[in-house]
């Protein structure tokens, strides 16, 4: 597994990381945690060094799960989780106050079964707080040597730059894949400009850019997708055209459409370290077979072409959490 560095911090972790929310929520029942914790045993085994979490997990139990499936080999890898989200009557509202970011580390740390926390992401921006109050919070438990590198989720440039003139903004995660390019637009250069590295998660489209989804698929009652616009059944037939222009590529390298969809995205820039999450191994080794393909110019190209002339269908959030995203 080749190694990449985010942004100028010189946090160096494996080309892809391993994304776990999908181990405890979000996608049916939640597997067997002797087997999750088996799975991410073996992503440590094949090379993944960076595993990613959050408080709202589960909630908790996420952190929990990879804690104590990282504990042994905790000085070789790169633990990423996030604050900024908690649950009240049921609901997830945003909460970065610095006295619950205080009270967010040490739960995080004890769940953890760490001493530190490699990459502490804020979850998603609270617009009821000065970003700076929340980049100085971090910037005191750094200080503290509870936390190593300070990150940001799904935030808008202008919020990141106040951040970033507080305290150093090592990562960003936000969605990005063929099928969700918006952060081409503005916060790819703006990345790029100062030097932090960015996160894709869900970049194989919540499982669609496998090519195992089409518009008969159904979802368990529990999985998020069922209250996704993109995953309608009109919206993904109309999608599955994107999946094909994978598909024609993956059939000339002897590969599959995931593949390739992750391979676009290392070829981006060498700064980009995608996340996907997966339970069952067999996944986590295609994914990881990614890794090796190269795409030439030719290919890129050809996807380029192809993907412009596709208009992707549906919203990727419903507008109540989409109305979280990019402050």
Not at 170 to 197: C, D
Not at 255 to 277: D, E, H, N
Request: glycine content about 8%; charged content about 25%.
């Amino acid at each position: 597994m080749q190694k990449r560095k985010l942004g100028t911090s010189n946090l160096e972790v494996s080309a892809l990381g391993l994304g776990c929310m999908g181990m405890s929520q979000s996608y049916g029942l939640p597997p067997d945690k002797q087997a999750m914790i088996a799975l991410i045993r073996a992503a440590v085994d094949r090379g993944i060094t960076f595993f990613d979490t959050a408080e709202i997990y589960g909630p908790y139990t996420n952190e929990q799960l990879v804690g104590e499936a990282l504990a042994p080999v905790r000085a070789q890898v790169v633990i990423a989780t996030k604050f900024g989200i908690k649950t009240e009557n049921g609901q997830q509202v945003q909460d970065s106050r610095p006295e619950r970011i205080k009270q967010s580390v040490e739960g995080s740390l004890k769940r953890l079964r760490t001493d530190v926390i490699d990459l502490y992401y804020q979850h998603r921006v609270d617009p009821n707080l000065p970003i700076e109050d929340v980049a100085g919070t971090v910037k005191q438990l750094i200080a503290q040597g509870k936390v190593k590198h300070f990150g940001m989720s799904e935030a808008g440039v202008r919020t990141i730059r106040r951040a970033h003139a507080v305290q150093q903004v090592t990562a960003v995660q936000s969605e990005y894949s063929l099928w969700w390019r918006r952060p081409e637009e503005e916060l790819l250069p703006t990345l790029e400009e100062l030097r932090i590295g960015f996160v894709p998660f869900s970049p194989l489209g919540k499982g669609f850019l496998t090519g195992t989804i089409d518009d008969k698929t159904t979802f368990v009652s529990s999985d998020f997708r069922n209250i996704v616009p993109r995953f309608t059944p009109e919206a993904r037939k109309a999608n599955l055209a994107l999946v094909d222009v994978l598909r024609t590529i993956a059939q000339r390298k002897t590969a599959t459409p995931a593949q390739i969809a992750l391979a676009w995205l290392l070829a981006r820039k060498p700064w980009i370290v995608p996340i996907p999450g997966t339970t069952k191994l067999v996944r986590l080794d295609e994914n990881i077979g990614a890794g090796a393909i190269e795409l030439s110019h030719e290919d890129l190209r050809a996807i380029e072409s192809a993907a412009s002339q596709i208009t992707i269908q549906g919203a990727r959030y419903p507008e109540h959490l989409e109305k979280r995203t990019g402050l």
